[in-house]
């Protein structure tokens, strides 16, 4: 027996909310200050079948998603994808009356060229105390987009609405994906702090012999040292670095190698294993696909 709440249609969302049902089966628009319902919610868990954008601006709501509570703040925008389960927590039993919710179901997309780029929208997969956080003149750049939104929904639907929605909603992300740049530029103090604890862990990690165990260190390894969502972490580390986590890692491995086909006679199948590779065939085309020779060639040249 599940302890959340499977929701899988839209119109669902709003039959619970005791609200008409959406206009459209697989995108819904709702405006937390216009809405009419005036009922209270105690905590609840749900896990939905599609994507979710919200934005709050006051601080009567709590979410909890990933690891953490997070507490809304003024002009804060949340991401939430399909199947993630979601915490939603009301203080005293207050009614929702501002901020804004888009809900879209994955089929919308799915015929559109915008399907191919969901994946690059990683905020999706962020955690809940990973929000962003737009300024008065973001948001308002956001909700213009959304009152065209608003406006095909409202509009008797031809051929033409599905396609205006989508391409509005795509604008909608990619604005987002600029927005979530600029706050990564923002914060650039806490960046580098979250950059230089990242190297400390990526060189304790092999400093420590760890992958002899548990093989090379993943994204996911840093994200949970560093309480972040692996998304969040690597987009952070790629805008400070102009590297991925992943890039970081073959560097230091392919450093590492040098220096022990170097300083010793240990056989490249034994280096392999020692940096910790299941497959020396792995290393080895890493390592000329980095270095430009194999680690043989490698350790003859010097």
Known sequence: ????????????????????????????????????????????KVVC???????????????????????????SLVFIAPGQVVEYEFSNQQTVNTGWSLFFHP??????????????????QYQSNEALHISDKEKQIVES??????LEL?????????????????LLLNYSKRFYNRQFI???????????????LLNAYFENELQKEHGLPTVK???????????YLSDLIKKGTDKSIIEHIHYHVI???????????????EIAFELGFEYSQYFSRLFKNKVGKTPLAYRQMN
């Open 145 to 150: 987009i959304l009152q065209k939104i608003e």
């Open 221 to 231: 390894y840093f994200a949970e040292q560093l309480n972040f969502s692996p998304n």
């Open 255 to 269: 450093e590492l190698a040098k220096n022990k086909l170097l300083s010793s006679n240990r056989t490249v199948s």
């Open 107 to 124: 089929d919308l997309v799915r015929t559109s060229p915008i399907h191919s780029k969901m994946k690059e929208y990683g905020f999706f």
């Open 1 to 44: 027996m599940t302890d959340f709440l499977e929701i899988k249609t839209l119109s669902k969302v709003f039959r619970m909310l005791d609200m008409p049902p959406p206009m459209h089966p697989l995108v819904a628009f709702m405006d937390f200050s216009r809405t009419p319902f005036t009922k209270s919610f105690p905590s609840v």
């Open 186 to 200: 923002t914060r650039k103090r806490f960046s580098g702090d979250t950059i230089t604890l990242f190297s400390t």
């Open 49 to 75: 079948d599609f994507y979710q954008i919200s934005l709050k601006n006051d601080s009567n709501g709590f979410l909890k998603y990933g690891r953490e509570h997070y507490d809304y703040q003024e002009g």
């Open 154 to 170: 409202d509009s008797n639907l031809d051929d033409f609405s599905e396609e205006l929605i989508v391409s509005n909603l795509e």
